[in-house]
């Protein structure tokens, strides 16, 4: 009894401290935002200001003299369509390549699966130069589509790699009844396949969303004008040759933050059991 008692007691620790760990930058992100300047470089710190402010909100969306407020919507923006139009095109393709290597025999199959997860682990620094070299050649640089393109270099694999285990988790027969029906390949895998793994696409289509939302190496570097900048590139910009406003940074940081949570937030139930249902096999 004693023994149980104190394993609780260590579980409910150790829970309160992952709960600061993760919560804690984000609730001091919140209240940078609504706080004076001043507050945010005053020795020592107050990690509760005597003063908020909530300007920097109504700047961003109320004020049309305010170039960082501009900034912020126009990257937003971008990285909203960015991100859609990634998580859509690595949902299509990715899913289609999953089902391959999850449902048909060819020579090759196991080692290309490796092959792909390969390619999303190659550290981007890598490969960065010889991309620029090309992109520069062909004239893409500084479009919201070259964007597009590199994210789906690696967002593509993690959806083939995901997705295959979603189609191997669920029993043959239902294809081989509906084969048995007349059903073409497409065909069961319209009506069969994706109704059964629906879970499992909005769990990755959200994942491959925040892989997308969250890149900032590929924007930083092939992108240099706000009409292609992306809200994570924005916000790091959000300073002056002699000073930082740590303010709108962290206003910038909330904000940028709120799309994703909200995603997470309304397919929540989706999401836990997308995560689930591939560890199930057959």
């Not at 908020?52 to 909100?57: A, D, L």
């Not at 004020?63 to 971008?78: E, Q, R």
């Not at 500084?142 to 189609?167: E, R």
Request: glycine share 4%; charged share 15%.
């Amino acid at each position: 009894m004693k023994k149980n008692k104190a394993f609780s007691f260590f579980q409910y620790l150790f829970a309160i401290a992952i709960t600061l760990c993760t919560l804690g930058p984000f609730s001091w992100l919140v209240i940078s935002s609504i706080s004076y300047q001043k507050e945010l470089t005053k020795v020592p710190l107050d990690w509760i200001p005597n003063e908020v402010t909530f300007k920097r909100y109504i700047d961003i969306f109320t004020n049309p003299n305010n170039d960082i407020a501009y900034a912020f919507k126009v990257s937003m923006l971008n990285s909203l369509i960015v991100s859609f139009c990634v998580a859509t095109i690595a949902l299509i393709v990715g899913s289609l390549a999953a089902y391959a290597f999850a449902r048909l025999k060819f020579r090759f199959r196991q080692k290309l699966i490796y092959l792909f997860l390969f390619t999303y682990m190659i550290p981007p620094v890598v490969v960065v130069i010889p991309l620029y070299l090309i992109l520069s050649n062909v004239g893409m640089l500084d479009t919201k589509g070259t964007l597009i393109l590199l994210d789906l270099t690696f967002v593509i694999p993690f959806v083939i790699w995901i997705m295959q285990s979603y189609f191997s988790s669920f029993s043959k027969s239902f294809e081989e009844a509906s084969a048995i029906d007349g059903c073409s390949r497409f065909q069961t895998l319209w009506h069969i396949v994706l109704p059964i793994v629906r879970p499992g696409i909005i769990a990755t289509g959200i994942l491959a969303f925040l892989l997308s939302w969250d890149e900032f190496f590929f924007s930083l570097l092939f992108t240099s004008s706000l009409e292609a900048k992306t809200i994570s590139v924005a916000i790091s910009e959000f300073s002056g040759k002699n000073a930082v406003d740590y303010g709108m940074i962290a206003t910038g940081g909330v904000l940028a933050s709120l799309p994703p949570i909200i995603i997470v937030f309304l397919f929540q139930r989706q999401l836990v059991q997308g995560m689930t249902a591939g560890g199930i096999k057959e």
